[in-house]
């Protein structure tokens, strides 16, 4: 059975700002699928977050782009191998410019924070306790 992917697809206003934004967290992006209207940053071998300007994603949907400023249309959610993962990514995106929307949350088993990207996008980031997961 193969894998399913998925290509999260997010509007930008400024594709380069955007490219240089997640450099700095140490994200790359795939040559290949990267143009003047479109950048694709590979997550995992199966997630892939495609960020669009915002003409080009307009081709793709007959909806007005959410304004990130007063609304929210998604919240993305990438796990962390440790707390000290999940603090050092949120630092990094802060001091590349990002926002913070929100305290940590600390269960003792689960911790996240959170960070809003160049875009308003919400990013959280967290860490579960493996001892934890059933299965």
Known sequence: MSSTMIFVNLPVKDLEATKTFWGKLGYSFNAQFTDESTASMPITDTI???FLAEERFKS??????ADTATS????LCLSAESRAKVDETVDTAL???AT???D????GTMYGRA????DGHTWEIMWMDPS????
């Open 115 to 118: 960070f809003e990207d160049l």
């Open 100 to 102: 913070e929307p929100r």
């Open 60 to 65: 793709f949907t007959h909806k007005a782009i």
């Open 48 to 50: 892939v977050a495609m």
């Open 95 to 97: 001091a590349a410019g």
């Open 72 to 75: 929210t249309s998604v919240l």
């Open 132 to 135: 934890m997961i059933q299965g």
């Open 104 to 107: 940590a949350q600390d269960y």
